[in-house]
């Protein structure tokens, strides 16, 4: 996975006035952290942040954090804050992370293929998976993993343990998770449904409705 290099400024002042100050200017306040070192305040331009996530690597894109007059580090955005309401980010927290160290991270799952057997019997494909977490460095994160569905039959379940996983990728969930589904159609299932409620006897309700008026 390529490295993207983003410019952050260090020194900001902590505080709830300051903060509001920078996030009108089109900023956004975050820490660096990790690996022993002291949490280090900064401040990167909100659109320059968007545009190095903008990939398809989405949040596990390695950011190569560049603080001005200081150092570079190699980071990951772990955690976001985010407004209430807008929905707006409000705060990032920066791991440092290095090359060769095996973290956990969430990817995307991807279904590929055509499910022709499941189509042709008016089914549907249902999706019950769509991330997962795997253990791998940072460099051989995925930025997403693909299932085929191509043999998918109704009635047929992929699993996690199904997925085939790039090299020096691990899965870290449970590999009898249920991925992908082939349901049959709900017509079918919905007349199937009637049938087996109304599988009584033929006549059973009009036979004791007559034998009670016989009774009385």
């Known amino acids: 996975m390529p490295e993207v290099s983003l410019v952050a400024e260090a020194g900001r002042t902590v505080g709830s006035a300051p ?7 089109g900023k956004i306040p975050g820490i660096i952290y990790g690996h022993g070192m002291d949490p280090l305040p900064v401040v990167i331009v909100g659109r320059d942040f968007r545009s190095a996530l903008s990939g398809e690597a989405g949040l596990n894109t390695l950011l190569s954090l560049r603080v001005e007059g200081g150092e570079r580090y190699l980071t ?4 976001m804050q985010r407004h209430p309401v807008r929905g707006t980010i409000t705060h990032i927290d920066f791991q440092v992370v290095r090359s060769d160290e095996v973290m956990t991270a969430e990817v995307p799952i991807t279904l590929v293929g055509e ?23 940072p460099q051989a994160i995925p930025a997403a993993l693909e299932v085929d569905i191509s043999d998918l039959t109704i009635g047929q379940t992929l699993r996690v343990s199904d997925i085939v996983l790039p090299k020096g990728v691990e899965v870290d969930s449970d590999p ?11 017509v079918t299932g919905r007349e199937e449904g ?23």
């Open 19 to 25: 903060t509001r100050r920078l996030r009108a200017e």
């Open 76 to 79: 990951m955005a772990r955690a």
């Open 115 to 137: 499910a022709v057997l499941v189509n042709r019997e008016d089914g549907m494909v249902e999706q019950q998976l769509f991330t997962l977490a795997i253990k791998a460095t």
């Open 176 to 186: 009898e998770s249920p991925v992908a589904v082939g349901n049959p159609s709900r």
């Open 194 to 216: 009637e049938e087996e409620e109304g599988s009584g006897e033929p006549g059973s309700a009009a036979e004791s409705a007559a034998e009670a008026a016989e009774e009385g």
